[in-house]
T-cell receptor
Framework: DVKVTQSSRYLVKRTGEKVFLECVQD?????MFWYRQDPGLGLRLIYF???????EKGDIPEGYSVSREKKERFSLILESASTNQTSMYLCASSPPGLNTEAFFGQGTRLTVV | AQKVTQAQTEISVVEKEDVTLDCVYE???????LFWYKQPPSGELVFLIRRNSFDEQNEISGRYSWNFQKSTSSFNFTITASQVVDSAVYFC????????????FGQGTRLTINP
């Protein structure tokens, strides 16, 4: 069974903290993605990676960075957490090529206080 | 720029009713892909269907059916004889044909099926 695993379901962090959200996939997929989900806005792409050590900005990269040192792991980093980064974060992966579906993790609900 | 609009924020129906979720998209690409995902309360998005822009055939899978019309840029999803287990948030999404297949999502429709 294919699996995308996010390290935490719920996180509470303080303003200004450095926050790491971890995502691991066991499908040997090249592509990995971080989305943010907010009510009324759907999912918005923060960053994605199509290979190890490669990364590209999505639609809302401000305040975030990412790291992909190994193929199976894609980390989202909030350098200095702010209250407007309180949200649900979803990681996804997909194989290369056309006509492929993305597989999603269960999400991390982050609250910044 | 690509855009997906799901105008229905919430829908509530009684079990066994049919329900249609609307999806309208915008893109300048001639080749693209359309998706529907289901997000149950557990949070994980579950893939339902993928359509490419050259395949306008409607599709039926059990109680689910999809109506793709390029002329109106719509990709609507119908659940026939709805069940309580269909309660979830449903997302329509669009991806480019080239590159890493980044998904552009609609706002989502929260569907509640009441017993």
């Amino acid at each position: 069974d294919v699996k995308v695993t996010q390290s935490s379901r719920y996180l509470v962090k303080r303003t200004g903290e450095k926050v790491f959200l971890e995502c691991v996939q066991d499908m040997d997929h090249e592509n990995m993605f971080w989305y943010r989900q907010d009510p009324g806005l759907g999912l918005r792409l923060i960053y994605f990676s199509y290979d190890v050590k490669m990364k590209e900005k999505g639609d809302i990269p401000e305040g975030y960075s990412v790291s992909r040192e190994k193929k199976e792991r894609f980390s989202l980093i909030l350098e200095s957490a702010s209250t407007n980064q309180t949200s649900m974060y979803l990681c996804a992966s997909s194989p290369p090529g056309l006509n492929t579906e993305a597989f999603f993790g269960q999400g991390t609900r982050l609250t910044v206080v | 720029a690509q855009k997906v609009t799901q105008a229905q924020t919430e829908i509530s129906v009684v079990e066994k009713e049919d329900v249609t979720l609307d999806c309208v998209y915008e893109t300048r690409d001639t080749t693209y892909y359309l998706f529907w995902y289901k997000q149950p309360p557990s949070g994980e998005l579950v893939f339902l269907i993928r359509r490419n822009s050259f395949d306008e055939q409607n599709e039926i899978s059990g109680r689910y059916s999809w109506n793709f019309q390029k002329s109106t840029s719509s990709f609507n999803f119908t659940i026939t004889a709805s069940q309580v287990v269909d309660s979830a948030v449903y997302f329509c999404a669009l991806s480019e044909a080239l590159g890493a297949q980044k998904l552009v999502f609609g706002q989502g429709t929260r569907l509640t099926i009441n017993p």
